[in-house]
């Protein structure tokens, strides 16, 4: 299989990470959201019935031929860590948007809460289409409008709250808007969107090279949420669609990653390549589904520091490939920095040179038995 290590949703709770559970209270049945005991509350992982989800077993042996004793081992179904990859299951198979019917790339589309009219040529066009906007791919039909918004989280430099789409393409439809916790930061705005754009080529890209690789399936479509730019009591603000399902961080712009997203970590080594090792694209988080991921709010790293706040320059590349360990989505043909040391001080001047050269990294890759998340 060539996606052991991208994962899929549990089963259990659909890949929300909750189950309902009744509970009684005067006379009433209400029905409170736990945590999904299956996966753990990560939606996309499943425990091991070899070992319980404990990671390992109590095994006799013979001590000096004849003397029995416990002795505790490693699980070998988990490797140890307590929960399988649901992605272990066979992959779902996937067609290519060029092989797909006109029916198919409706279903597709209408999944995606896209336009789903039009002839099989504009279809495929929208499919194709990498950026998720406001207006689902109609080109005119009426001023959208949105409910109150009802706060949602925070992070660094803003707050995201969530609302409705009352007026518009997406009406009764759910969104988000992004506000600047700081007035005086909202000269990022236009530095946000640089940054989108900049993702959005690199990933329009990535999904040309996955669609010319061969294999028994189509690999997993890569989309990007594009925000518009509204204004709320005279501040501006970042408008965009909310993405349903669990929501993920795959790495960071920082060198963090999560281990279980292959392709989104082949996504950012891809993006220092296609750029001839300008730009990193990273801090990818967003949504997977069984045909595509969605993501959103993405950084830009480069060589001039020019993609705003979050562009950690030519240092948080390094930590990137520090961190990184090709995976089967990347090619030996790509560009990479030198390995370096995750905490060495930054050196005038980047030597590139192809990965096939990085023996010691694809010596552990081709080495490890189990890639754990």
Known sequence: MSEVNDPRKCLKCMG???????????????QLPLQCNHCGGAGWTVVCLEC????????VVLQHGWLPQQVQEKCSGCAGWGKLAAARQSPAKRKRVEHMTGTEMREELRKMKRKVSGTKAELQKRLEEVFETNDRGWLTRGAPALSKGA????GTFRDVYMVTYTKGPRKNMKGVYKVFKDQKAEVLIQEDLKAVEEAGRIIKAFNEYNDQCIGSSARRRVYLNQPEV?????????????????YAKFNSNSGWVNEGYNMMQALSHFSFHVSNGQHLLCDLQGGGYDTHYILTDPAVLSLKQEFGATDGGKRMMKNFFAHHLCNEYCDPSWLCMERPKVVAPAR???????K??????MDAFRNAKFNRW
Do not use: C
């Open 16 to 30: 929300s990470g909750q189950i309902l559970q009744p509970f009684h209270f005067m006379n009433m049945v209400l």
């Open 52 to 59: 319980q989800g404990k990671g390992s077993h109590m095994k």
């Open 151 to 154: 706060y949602l989280e925070s």
């Open 230 to 246: 509204w204004s709320l009591n005279g501040r501006p603000i970042l408008v965009e669609p909310f993405i349903d399902g669990t």
């Open 348 to 354: 005038s001047g980047t030597s590139f040179f192809p």
């Open 356 to 361: 096939a050269q990085r023996s010691t990294a």
